[in-house]
């Protein structure tokens, strides 16, 4: 019913930007927060940034000022700017938000993407 699709990875030299979006479809009545989440090969997935409702951010350490999430409500698309980008920022970046259901589904429930891959070479 409601799907989550990445999109804007690839790769890039160590230093340089990438901007990821993530456009949420099917039947929602609104989605709430939303965020980026990065997995590394043999490695747990972790937060990368995260977005609300009302447009407040949180970074992990490790891109605070370099990454920056933002979100088009008209659009159900959220984005991140990936700046100043290092080898270890290498992953699979996956988009998550938490949805208000509609029709069929009733409540609040959480859907992940599908997932984009960026590479970081040094």
């Known amino acids: 019913q409601v799907q989550l699709v990445e999109s804007g990875g ?23 927060a939303m965020a980026w989440y990065r997995q590394a090969p043999g490695k747990q997935r972790e937060l990368v940034a995260a977005i609300t409702s009302g447009g407040t951010t949180n970074y992990a350490e490790f ?8 979100r088009d409500n008209a659009k159900n698309t959220a984005y991140l700017q ?15 938000a938490d949805l208000v259901g509609s029709g069929s589904i009733v409540g609040l429930y959480n859907r992940w993407g599908q997932g984009t891959q960026v590479t970081v070479s040094s």
Do not use: H
Not at 63 to 70: A, E, L
Not at 85 to 96: G, H, R
């Open 63 to 70: 891109v605070k000022g370099r990454f920056t999430i933002s």
């Open 10 to 32: 690839g790769l890039v030299q160590a230093g340089g930007s990438l901007r990821l979006s993530c456009a949420a479809s099917g039947s929602f009545a609104s989605i709430n």
């Open 82 to 96: 990936m700046n100043s980008l290092k080898p270890e920022d290498t992953a699979v970046y996956y988009c998550n």
